[in-house]
């Protein structure tokens, strides 16, 4: 009987409280704001110090009244949500949101903006860093080599290509304004690829995989759920949406060793940032230690520096070491549903056995179809460290 009503007729309170918080949320995207708009002016004032200037990056301005937008945020009356679990989840949701909201406000604020960060994405623990030195230490940096042949407009045709097989209405281009090689924004929603870089063939193959086979994955299926929760996210939804991003690689065989130290060192910077270590000293770091490049440690350090320290990169290796040790019984299809985590998957679930807030999925990632990544050296060296 249940199933033949909508939510809005099972639970008027909680749908309205949903729609309130899309409203709200759908116009905020961290990433906007996150991304230095000087990277590159500020990479070559560094390289002409021989490493000693600190960057001053310079940040997109948030157009958005913030305080108002909390304001309204505060104002949604979950406690009348009918359902306690459900209630419970939004008072989360909202609280997790309103981190979000002090991460966009406080970004280029130096510590407010790492206390901010710290709050949302927290800090790596002792067992991170201890799975990450596991892999650096089981790794080296010229275990893979892979040759740069792509352009970054190849890397667009290829993209585009890729995407055919899921039949997204999705625009991709490369852009200037991300330190990532890649990037999906959900908002709009977009694939963008960073000009003038070089990409291997295995690289697009698992940026593919990360960026169209999960993120724009759980972007479409989110779109035809019944709550928008699905779309802006439930609390810690990152962690668990860049494991299983991740993931993706790893399945889809394109994970390859020097991607896996990266991820690793990304938790080492995130610790280093943590503990108000320098920009400087942490790319020295990667140069003398960890025998990187100076042009991809100046990226791999600015990403984790950028905004006063965005302690967010850690969460890929996190959420991918959570997933492979969840056991047999991975709920795939709760977290590729939207963005969901898998911290929440179990009182969604439970919400889900009163109140009909899921829908079947119209899209599955290819690359777990496949599980081509059995059996490679990958494979074996995070076998070996969980």
């Not at 309204?72 to 009356?77: D, E, P, R």
């Not at 596991?134 to 993209?159: G, H, P, R």
């Not at 852009?175 to 963008?192: D, E, G, W, Y």
């Not at 003038?196 to 940026?207: D, G």
């Amino acid at each position: 009987m249940l199933a033949s009503k909508s939510i809005e007729q099972i639970a008027p309170r909680l749908y309205q409280s949903d729609q309130k918080l899309h409203q709200l949320l759908s116009k905020l995207e961290l990433l906007q704001y996150i991304n230095p708009i000087n990277s590159e002016k500020e990479r070559l004032k560094f390289y002409r110090s021989r490493y000693y200037y600190e960057p001053d990056f310079r940040y997109p301005k948030c157009q958005h009244n913030l305080s108002k937008i909390r304001k309204q945020l505060n104002s949604i009356k979950v406690h009348k949500i009918e359902h306690p679990l459900a209630q419970h989840l939004y008072e989360q949701t909202i609280w997790y949101f309103n981190g979000i909201l002090d991460c966009i406000s406080t970004v280029g604020q130096g510590r407010l903006f790492l206390n901010s960060s710290l709050k949302t994405f927290g800090a790596p623990s002792h067992s991170e860093l201890q799975f990450a030195h596991q892999i650096l230490e089981k790794t080296s940096q010229d275990q893979y080599s892979d040759q740069l042949i792509f352009s970054t407009n190849d890397a667009v045709k290829y993209m585009k290509e890729y995407n055919k097989k899921y039949g997204f209405d999705v625009t991709v281009e490369g852009v200037t304004h991300i330190t990532s090689k890649a990037m999906v924004s959900n908002r709009l929603p977009a694939v963008f690829l960073r000009k003038n870089q070089k990409f291997s063939e295995n690289e697009l193959v698992a940026l593919a995989n990360h960026e169209i086979g999960v993120h724009l994955v759980t972007t479409f299926n989110a779109k035809k759920q019944p709550l928008k929760i699905y779309e802006f996210g439930t609390p810690f939804n990152v962690e668990s949406q860049e494991g299983l991003a991740v993931f993706s690689e790893y399945y889809s065989g394109s994970l390859t060793l020097t991607r896996l130290r990266e991820l690793a060192l990304r938790v080492i910077l995130a610790d280093r940032v943590v503990k108000d270590y320098s920009f400087s000293s942490s790319f020295d770091l990667l140069l003398t230690t960890y025998g990187l490049d100076r042009d991809t440690a100046f990226k791999m350090v600015t990403r984790l520096y950028r905004g006063g320290g965005f302690t967010k990169d850690r969460l890929y290796l996190s959420g991918l070491y959570q997933l492979l040790t969840y056991g047999n019984d991975l709920p795939l299809d709760w977290l590729l549903a939207g963005k969901t985590s898998l911290a929440y998957v179990d009182l969604i679930q439970e919400i889900g056995d009163d109140i009909p807030i899921i829908k079947p999925l119209k899209y599955q990632s290819l690359s777990f179809k496949q599980n081509l990544g059995l059996g490679t050296k990958v494979d074996h060296i995070l076998k070996a460290c969980i």
